[in-house]
């Protein structure tokens, strides 16, 4: 999930989550160590029965992959996008 449009005009940096729920054990180290406090742990379940991250600011998000480097499972990782100069 990306920052919308005016999001992206307005700054820097942005990022882009990419999250493999199938991989995710809940541990919710991601959604803790997140600086700008933009995962929480979904409502549903993944296969393995356990809730795995979701996204729910990304406008907030800034692409530091502290998420992924977290991650005990690799189940998650950020990059971070330049925005574009009109
Ligand atoms: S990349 Fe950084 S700001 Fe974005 S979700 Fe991961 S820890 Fe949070
Ligand atoms: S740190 Fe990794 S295993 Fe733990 S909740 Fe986040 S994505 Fe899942």
Redesign the pocket.
């Given at each position: 999930m990306i920052a919308n449009e005016a999001e992206k005009k307005t700054k820097k940096v942005y990022g882009e989550v990419y999250?493999?729920r199938e991989?995710?054990?809940?541990?919710?180290?991601?959604?803790e160590f997140c600086p700008p406090r933009c995962?929480e742990?979904d409502k549903a379940y993944n296969a393995k029965g356990?809730?795995?991250?979701a996204l729910v600011r990304p406008d907030d998000c800034n692409g530091c992959d502290l998420?992924g480097l977290?991650?005990?499972?690799?189940?998650?990782f950020a990059v971070m996008i330049k925005a574009k100069k009109d």
């Open positions: 999250i493999d991989r995710c054990k809940g541990c919710s180290f991601c959604v995962l742990l356990y809730h795995p991250p998420c977290y991650c005990p499972d690799f189940s998650i």
